[in-house]
């Protein structure tokens, strides 16, 4: 699959929004080329899904001085969705004062749900920032035990801790797919 390519301009700061709640298999690639002095970009992307699978693919490429990039990447999978995301991050020579992080998290509720994170991160020049980090994992027993311990079923006490670790997030989102991730996280 050929990547979607973005340009972000001198000064120009851009949303890069991925939103995926399983209703089919789906392969998503983009590539953010920061090639202009202070230009600035975020990749968004949110999952949930109960069946189904996605891959993503996301890279942005520091080519310029002081430009500065967030890839967040968060979800949810239960029953047997599966999720793949490799993210990549360069900082190529000339590209001082480069900022870049890349973090993805996913929730996994399932035995048979499947979540792979593969961050990147290649840095080829000095005086910029980096990092990189990923986790998978379930929810927490202290968790579950805080909200039975409050009266609420462990069904009750799932949903009620996915739609918190997604809806704080949706709020990072444009508008049009802030209210799209609103409206499908209600259905959780």
């Not at 968060?74 to 973090?103: F, M, P, Q």
Request: hydrophobic share 45%; proline share 4%.
């Amino acid at each position: 699959m050929e990547p979607e390519i973005i340009h972000v301009k001198e000064g120009e700061s851009k949303i890069v929004p991925i939103v995926w709640f399983g209703d089919e298999d789906r392969k998503l690639s983009a590539r953010v080329i920061l090639d202009k002095p202070n230009s600035s970009v975020k990749v968004l992307c949110i999952f949930f899904a109960r069946e189904h699978a996605l891959d993503v693919d996301t890279e942005v490429v520091h080519r310029a001085r002081d430009t500065f990039s967030r890839t967040f990447v968060k979800g949810v999978l239960d029953g047997t969705a599966r999720a793949s995301y490799v993210g990549r991050v360069l900082i190529e020579k000339g590209a001082k004062g480069a900022d870049a992080d890349l973090n993805e998290h996913a929730i996994v509720l399932s035995s048979t749900a499947r979540a792979e994170a593969i961050p990147q991160l290649e840095v080829l020049e000095n005086e910029v920032k980096a990092g990189h980090g990923a986790t998978v994992g379930k929810i927490g027993e202290e968790e579950l035990f805080y909200l039975a311990t409050r009266g609420l079923p462990a069904d009750e006490a799932k949903r009620l801790i996915v739609r918190g670790f997604l809806e704080a997030f949706a709020e990072e989102f444009p508008p049009k797919e802030a209210e799209e991730i609103r409206a499908a996280l209600k259905n959780i």
